[in-house]
């Protein structure tokens, strides 16, 4: 399972509003976001950018879509590294 439950945000007090404009202060028109399936990211902050790479869509699934390889298969793939080998929090 991957995202974030209930315990790790226990005790948080920033708001997803907080979260956003802190976002919107750093980021701009310009710039491009580099990231994994960013489409979720952006829907759970209700944002939209025009200018993404996103490694879910840039390194295709042999199924082709809607299928999208992990950001664990990418990882090990091209860094030969082992990622989120216990629970991973977005």
Same mark, same amino acid.
């Given at each position: 399972w991957?995202?974030? %439950? ?11 509003d ?8 750093t980021? %701009? ?6 990231g ?6 952006l ?19 042999p199924?082709g ?10 990882a ?6 082992e990622?989120q ?6």
């Open positions: 991957s995202g974030l %439950d209930e315990a790790a945000l226990r005790g948080v007090a920033t708001s997803v907080q979260v956003r404009a802190a976002l919107l202060e980021v %701009d028109a310009d710039d491009v976001l580099v994994h399936s960013l489409d979720c990211d829907r759970a902050l209700g944002l939209a950018h025009h200018a993404c790479a996103d490694t879910a869509l840039l390194y295709g699934h199924r879509a809607p299928y999208k390889k992990k950001l664990k298969q990418l090990k793939e091209f860094l030969d590294r990622i080998d216990g629970a991973h929090d977005s």
